[in-house]
């Protein structure tokens, strides 16, 4: 049985009061963490999305899961979503252990832009400017130690680099909301800084990503691209493609997936005592 905390308020910011949910399982022992980010072109979503067939399934499995909302693209652009992030990454580090959490080691998850996110949260824990000052704890450390990406971006240009037809027949790509443009090619130097291959170097925390080969919004190549730069860095990456799945395809929220994504936090954050 999984028990949930909702809506915990882990930051307010600009008058906007950031809430996460807590997936705790039942036992007494302290049991490790997942900060959990949903996806949604960082436009639209919430912390609730996929509760049952995806973040309570990982908790049964003894890992306690922290869902988050942040800000959307129309509330403040990047980096204000990656504050956030690190904002709650340290909430958790500060008052985990009133909830039966330990956070000695923490990891984060994200799915389509919330893997985004995790990915950029555990690629600059080193960057002052990404850090931001979002939330009262700003004494604890935002450094992740596992970082499970799924079918998110890794490339801000990519999307970019449409033909004049595809830019017809395609809805518009969500990139550019998030750094305030219209289109990321006005601006590829800010697209570049905030592309998470911008940021991977052999420090980077242990990574486990998993795509689509049918992905229509988010290219598997995006993963493949952040997959390659992280072995060449000398990073550690496991790359998983799931046949025949799309963006958000039932595939991968199936026992066998999620039991996967379970061993590879286990392994890294350290199971309950």
Same mark, same amino acid.
């Given at each position: 049985?999984?028990? %949930?905390?909702?809506?915990?308020?882990?930051?307010?910011?600009?008058?906007?009061?950031?809430?996460?949910?807590?997936?705790?399982?039942?036992?007494?022992?302290?049991?490790?963490?997942? /900060?959990?980010?949903?996806?949604?072109? #960082?436009?639209?979503?919430?912390?609730?999305?996929? !509760?049952?067939?995806?973040?309570?399934?990982? !908790?049964?499995?003894? %890992?306690?899961?922290?869902?988050?909302?942040?800000?959307?693209?129309?509330?403040?652009?990047?980096?204000?979503?990656?504050?956030?992030?690190?904002?709650?990454?340290? #909430?958790?580090?500060?008052?985990?252990?009133?909830?039966?959490?330990?956070?000695?080691?923490?990891?984060? #998850?994200?799915?389509?832009?919330?893997?985004?996110?995790?990915?950029?949260?555990?690629? $600059?824990?080193?960057?002052?400017?990404?850090e931001g000052t979002v939330g009262d704890d700003l004494d604890q450390s935002s450094h992740v130690d596992a970082v499970v990406h799924w079918f998110g971006q890794s490339d801000l240009l990519a999307n970019s680099r449409r033909t004049w037809l595809e830019k017809e027949i395609l809805n518009p790509p969500f990139e550019g909301p998030l750094l305030g443009l219209a289109d990321v090619s006005q601006n590829p130097a800010a697209a570049r800084a905030a592309s998470p291959l911008t #940021?991977?170097?052999?420090?980077?925390?242990?990574?486990?990503?998993?795509?689509?080969?049918?992905?229509?919004?988010?290219?598997?190549?995006?993963?493949?691209? /952040?997959?390659? !730069?992280?072995?060449?860095?000398?990073?550690?990456?496991?790359?998983?493609?799931?046949?025949?799945?799309?963006?958000?395809?039932?595939?991968?929220?199936?026992?066998?997936?999620?039991? /996967? $994504?379970?061993?590879?936090?286990?392994?890294?954050?350290?199971?309950?005592?």
């Amino acid at each position: 049985m999984t028990r %949930i905390q909702p809506d915990i308020e882990y930051a307010t910011v600009d008058g906007t009061s950031l809430a996460l949910d807590l997936y705790l399982p039942e036992t007494g022992d302290p049991v490790p963490v997942v /900060l959990y980010l949903h996806g949604g072109g #960082w436009q639209v979503g919430d912390k609730r999305d996929g !509760a049952t067939e995806r973040l309570e399934r990982i !908790a049964s499995y003894g %890992i306690a899961v922290a869902s988050a909302n942040y800000r959307f693209a129309t509330q403040a652009t990047y980096p204000a979503q990656v504050h956030d992030v690190k904002a709650a990454v340290r #909430w958790l580090r500060a008052h985990g252990a009133a909830y039966g959490l330990a956070t000695e080691k923490i990891g984060v #998850w994200g799915a389509s832009a919330g893997a985004y996110l995790a990915t950029m949260a555990g690629l $600059t824990a080193k960057n002052a400017e990404l850090e931001g000052t979002v939330g009262d704890d700003l004494d604890q450390s935002s450094h992740v130690d596992a970082v499970v990406h799924w079918f998110g971006q890794s490339d801000l240009l990519a999307n970019s680099r449409r033909t004049w037809l595809e830019k017809e027949i395609l809805n518009p790509p969500f990139e550019g909301p998030l750094l305030g443009l219209a289109d990321v090619s006005q601006n590829p130097a800010a697209a570049r800084a905030a592309s998470p291959l911008t #940021w991977v170097g052999a420090d980077a925390p242990p990574f486990l990503i998993a795509h689509g080969d049918r992905d229509r919004i988010t290219p598997s190549s995006e993963s493949l691209a /952040l997959h390659d !730069a992280l072995v060449r860095a000398g990073a550690e990456s496991t790359m998983i493609l799931l046949g025949g799945a799309g963006h958000e395809g039932e595939e991968f929220d199936r026992p066998d997936h999620l039991r /996967l $994504t379970a061993a590879f936090l286990l392994s890294h954050l350290g199971s309950a005592a």
